[in-house]
């Protein structure tokens, strides 16, 4: 064989090499952040109502029951779900049979019969879905690092859209305050991979290989009550957020100001957020914190003992009891310090390059205990 030759065999073999190469499945996974669909209407006079009342008297109301009694029954599950949700918030939430018992037996419009049941708002559900189609073309891909569309038109992942539609009525003056329709699907939450076999355009569900069999697209629905009621759950959140949204900015500004050490004008902002809302763990945290940084130390800890009975949720309370290690790092009571920092990681705290970087923890963070304490979290997670 001369060298020629031998040259053209090597580039025939570099060419069937990369052919091969480009042919191979290769995993993929679909991003489509459904809630940019949201469509959010409210009033000047909701937002108003909201921003001065943000824990406002509910009760919740379907205005169009399921026809069956298996849908009734199924459809009450998910309305359970939001009122819990509301309460857990710390909501008022009135009955809402007492609701739909004045309503049938009474013609009065929403303001007369709202008074007698105590109640601020009435959010009425129109719509609670979750098979609502959603074809994405559209996907992250592990072999280019970017995004990329299907070439085929046949291809595509139906990421099925969880939808909740309601709107809120204002109870004191009997008029509409807004419209809101909101949307979520498992790919937003879910880390779904899949291959794509290129040369085909068919897919399948990773880690299944490509010998299983193989779809022009695929679906993700939600296939069971547990999914359902996850999805009820995102989108009530969703919900709360907006009624919140007006108190929100507000802290989120305060937040802010405390990041930036303006801390006294966030201390005038957290006293009227106090007042409005007296039950947010977040406020007195932030305000514990304040103290902290200015060595009171008997009004810190009275802030972040109130924060603690407050913290709801497994989340919240490993952020209060990461304000404890703090306080205490700052105190110089390095063992507590270090004590209520494995508390918070415990409960769910995740940010390792902020608990690095935290100047507040400067106290501990040479100790041996402290190290220790981060290398098993860290690998851990």
Known sequence: MNIKMGKIIS???IILLISISCAMPYRCIVRPE???KNDIIMTGDLRNLLEQ???PKIVIRVPRPAMSVTEAEEFNRYINTIEKIFIRNGYTVRDRTLLENLMKSESQDYMTIGKKIDTDIIIDILSLRFDVPNQIRSFYSSKTGGTEVFRNNNNFIDCELAKLECRITIVEKGQLGGVFTFYTSRCDSEE???LLEPVNSLLCWAPHAMDKPVFPSLTVSYSDDDMREYATTILTYSLLSQIKSAILEKSQRAQDLYD?????EAITLLNDLI???PSNCDYYMLYGMIHARHNRFPEAEQMLNKAIIYASTQGKKAGVYYAYAN?????NEKTLAISFLEKSLKFGMINFKHIHEDEDLANIRDMDAFIELLYKYEHKR
């Not at 930036?260 to 006294?264: E, K």
């Open 11 to 13: 580039l025939i073999i």
């Open 34 to 36: 459904s809630s940019n």
């Open 53 to 55: 009342n943000p824990m």
């Open 192 to 194: 779904l991979w899949f």
């Open 260 to 264: 930036r050490g303006v801390y006294g």
């Open 275 to 277: 007042k409005k809302d």
């Open 327 to 331: 306080y205490y790092s700052l105190k």
